[in-house]
């Protein structure tokens, strides 16, 4: 029985995660040539090419696009078991990078990561805050916060709660054009609209009945964060959807009203993602455990 070359595949990994064969081998202290000779190696394995390789550039080939996924998670487990044994002999520590939507760390995860690290000082946390969806593996991240519908993915995933969106508007933009009493009456409205690209989007409603709607918004504004939406709506410029956690604060100050309360749009969920595989750094899993009992309903 021959055992599959770990060290070739985790190689093939940093090569493609470092985009060349060189900053790989400094990344792993290797020279370039014993870098080399492990992607020739697992070449000759498969019968294939991984990589596309000219003078100027590195590309996957198709093979090794198929095949990073696999690869990456070969190279993640064996870093995470070699921190598993270097963990049981002292208290958790070192990095853990957390990826969070924006608007969400703001207001509810930074808060979160200050009790933390007050109760961790040996853990340290990188929080990088972007609305964008962000590839764990291939960023190397440990832990992520996601609101969202999740498709099947190969990432391991902890629902933590359900996330409302409410429909708002301003009292003035309301006095200006009215209230819509139905979805279908959105059409007929300014609206300001959560996107990150410049495609159609659809807000989708289901009435307490049971019935269905559905309504493409449009209007002045478009923006990829809800807390800068947040002006425009007060100044009275048009009607959004907006996460409960978002415009809760000023439906309460009478700044926003929120609409169509027989209609409600199907719930997101806050995900905590984390990569595949079943070995995690006690560091990593003292924030994923902290997290879920702080946020979990």
């Given at each position: 029985?021959?055992?599959?070359?770990?060290?070739?595949?985790?190689?093939?990994?940093?090569?493609?995660?470092?985009?060349?064969?060189?900053?790989a081998?400094?990344?792993?202290?290797?020279s370039k040539?014993?870098?080399?000779?492990a992607?020739t190696?697992?070449?000759?394995?498969?019968?294939?090419?991984l990589?596309h390789?000219?003078?100027?550039?590195?590309?996957?080939?198709?093979?090794?696009?198929?095949?990073?996924?696999?690869?990456?998670?070969?190279?993640?487990?064996?870093?995470?078991a070699?921190?598993a044994?270097?963990d049981?002999?002292s208290?958790?520590?070192g990095?853990?990078?957390l990826?969070?939507?924006?608007?969400?760390g703001?207001?509810?995860?930074?808060?979160l990561?200050?009790?933390?690290?007050?109760?961790?000082?040996?853990?340290?946390?990188?929080?990088?805050?972007?609305d964008?969806?962000?590839?764990?593996?291939g960023?190397?991240?440990?832990?992520?916060?996601?609101?969202?519908?999740?498709?099947?993915?190969?990432?391991?995933?902890?629902?933590?709660?359900?996330?409302?969106?409410?429909?708002?508007?301003?009292?003035?933009?309301l006095?200006?054009?009215?209230?819509?009493?139905?979805?279908?009456?959105?059409g007929?409205?300014?609206?300001?609209?959560?996107?990150?690209?410049?495609?159609?989007?659809?807000?989708?409603?289901?009435?307490?009945?049971?019935?269905?709607a559905a309504?493409r918004?449009?209007?002045p504004?478009?923006?990829?964060n809800?807390?800068?939406?947040?002006?425009?709506?007060?100044?009275?410029?048009?009607?959004?959807?907006?996460?409960?956690?978002?415009?809760?604060?000023?439906?309460?100050?009478?700044?926003?009203?929120?609409?169509?309360r027989?209609?409600s749009?199907?719930?997101?969920?806050?995900?905590?993602?984390?990569?595949p595989?079943t070995?995690r750094?006690?560091?990593?899993?003292?924030?994923?455990?902290?997290?879920?009992?702080?946020?979990?309903?």
């Open positions: 029985m021959r055992l599959p070359d770990f060290e070739a595949w985790s190689i093939f990994a940093t090569v493609a995660q470092q985009g060349g064969f060189s900053r081998a400094a990344a792993l202290g290797m040539a014993t870098v080399s000779k992607i190696r697992l070449e000759q394995q498969i019968g294939a090419p990589f390789r000219t003078s100027r550039r590195l590309a996957l080939s198709e093979t090794g696009a198929k095949l990073l996924d696999h690869a990456q998670r070969i190279l993640a487990e064996g870093e995470a070699v921190e044994a270097r049981e002999a208290a958790p520590s990095l853990v990078r990826a969070v939507p924006m608007s969400f703001l207001r509810r995860a930074a808060p990561i200050a009790d933390f690290l007050t109760a961790n000082p040996a853990i340290s946390v990188e929080m990088q805050l972007s964008a969806q962000v590839d764990l593996i960023e190397g991240f440990d832990l992520a916060l996601r609101i969202a519908q999740l498709p099947d993915s190969s990432l391991r995933s902890r629902r933590l709660c359900d996330v409302r969106l409410l429909t708002v508007a301003s009292p003035l933009y006095r200006r054009y009215g209230e819509p009493r139905h979805p279908a009456a959105l007929e409205h300014h609206c300001i609209v959560y996107a990150h690209s410049g495609g159609a989007v659809t807000w989708h409603y289901r009435h307490v009945d049971g019935g269905e309504v918004p449009a209007g504004v478009r923006m990829n809800g807390d800068a939406m947040l002006p425009a709506l007060c100044a009275g410029l048009g009607i959004a959807q907006l996460p409960d956690f978002i415009c809760n604060d000023d439906i309460r100050a009478g700044r926003l009203v929120s609409l169509l027989d209609w749009p199907p719930p997101l969920g806050l995900h905590l993602l984390s990569p595989g070995l750094p006690r560091r990593v899993t003292a924030l994923f455990d902290f997290l879920v009992e702080r946020l979990a309903v």
